[in-house]
Every structure is written in C-alpha cells, then in structure tokens.
C-alpha cells in the first residue's frame, strides 16, 4: 500500500490529509495560516508542521498506520497560497521538506489555486476562483496550458477578497464618523466585534497590530449580513467585490482556449457559500457578461484536490472513477 499526502495552506488556515492509494482518507490536521508572503517562511513551515503531524496522528489512532508503514511510500502535494512563482516554489520546498516526519517518495509544490482547481473540476480543464483572505483566479484549458489572475497579496492587489471587503467595512466606518460618509449598520456591529466604543478607536488596533489582515478579512461576514439586511453601504462593498472577483474570471477566460460550449467555474474559498448575495451577485454578472460560464461551487475541497493530483505520481490500480468517488464520500461525511 503507498499514501499520498496533500497539503492545502492559505491566508487563514492550513490542512493536510493523509489518504491511501485507492483515495480512501485516512486522518485530516489542520494548523494556523502559511502564506509564507504575509508571515514569513519560519511560521509557514510551523503551521505546516502542525498539520501534518496532526493528520498522521489520526491516520494512527483510526486506522493503525504508522511512520514505518509511510516509509519509502508516501507521495506529497502541498498547495500553498503565496508559491505562484518558480522562484516561490524553489524557497518553499526546503521548507516543507523540513516539516515532514519522513522523506517522501517525492514532494510536489504547487500554488493553492492549482489544487483547489484539480479539487473542483475532479483534475479536469476548467476555471477556480478563490477568494477567502485573499483572492486569485486559475485555469487550465483543453490543451493543458495554465494561467492565472490577481493574487498578488493585500498591498497589490487581493481585490474581492475577505480582507478587501473588511478593510473597506473599516474605512466606511471612519468615514461616517467622520461625516464624510454615509450611515452605516457596519458602524455598531463592527464597534461591537471589535470591543471599542468609538470608531476612532478602531485605528490603533489596526496600526499597533492586534487587528492583522485574518481578523480584518473575517469583518467581511458581517458586511455580508448587513448587505443581507438592506444596508446600502453593504451592498455597495459586495458589488464592488463581485465586479473585480468577475474581472479575474474573465481575464482567466479570455486568454485560455475553449473547445466546449459551456465553461465550468467554480467558486470556493471563506466568501464564495452558494446562496449568498456575493455568490448571487457574481452569477448575476457572469450570466450577463460570459453566459457560457457555468458556476458551480467545487466537486471537493481544496485539501482533496492535493490528494488529486498526488495520484498522479502514483502506478495505482485503483481506477480513477472509484477514487475520486472514495475522495466525494469523504467530503460528505465531514461536509
């Protein structure tokens, strides 16, 4: 028997799953952020770390496999947020390779969009968006070229994102105290989240650092209520978002090759839930602007995607119809 082990690291949280040949999951580890472009590779390599052993542990403590039964026959994938680039990747692998209890088979390091995409698609062409702390779009098209949009971190770009919309909520905050700005029901609920009477107060926890870019990218679920409750400077935040979320979809589109009619895309990350006025409002827009888009929410999650293409480098024969179905019942029993 030979394992894979697929790592899914981005802006807010890490997550590794250990599964064997045939797809079947064997234990699942999480730990903090590892975007090694927002915190620095030492803590990225710890969070990783953590992941890993906490998805072996399991694998002993539910089915009895142990570093020994890894040994010489475990192949990883590790997605992470941040390694867009050749040179990323090349400062990212050492890195990983430290974090692992033992030396793979091989190690594969690819950006998060490249495994979420294979986890939605089922390995197969089509377009992901991601936006949760931060924001990219990745496709892959019938002649297997591959290319990519935004995801250029929170000072150049990360338009969409959770934490755009929560930096947004912040200055539409100060803008009202200010007077310069509309009211606002992000006023109250924000002052009350973040523990401060006043909206000028709101400028230390953000300039002396208790308030980073995870906290700030989580403000933009209570943007989501409000826009959901009739608050106009809300909604205004959540077009805003779903316009620029559009512009990486189309720009994905437009420079890769389509021999099918209908283009599947889907949508995932911390923002992106089927039902919600962002999600509704993006579809709204592609129907208009890119009708032969159809958006979907993933076949599996990011993390599964990791095991995906960790099949890749394997001589299983276990066909590949029966492991992704062996991956799909996973999804739902933890869904």
Known sequence: MRYILGIDGGGSKTTAILADERGKVLGEGRGEASNYQTIGLEKAGKAIKSAVAAAIEKAGENFSVSLENLEGKLVVVAGLAG???PL???RLRPVVWNQLPIRPLQLRV???ARVALA????NKPGIILIAGTGSIAFGIDDTGRGVRAGGWGPILGDEGSGYSIGKAALTAVLWEYDGRGKPTSLTDRITSRLGVPRPDEIVSLVYQGPLQRPEIAKLAEIVLEEAAAGDEIS???I?????HLVKLISA??????WTQQSVPVAGTGGLL?????LWKTITEMLNHSHPQVSFTPPMLPPELGAVLLGRESLDTRTPYKEFLLNLSRYARATS
Do not use: I, K, S, Y
């Not at 994905?252 to 090759?257: A, K, P, S, Y």
């Open 83 to 85: 390694a867009d680039r």
């Open 88 to 90: 990323d990747r090349e």
């Open 110 to 112: 690819e950006h998060d």
């Open 119 to 122: 986890a939605a698609t089922g």
């Open 235 to 237: 909604q205004h935040l």
């Open 239 to 243: 077009t805003d978002a779903a316009e």
């Open 252 to 257: 994905v589109l437009t420079r890769l090759e």
């Open 273 to 277: 839930r089927p039902g919600n006025l």
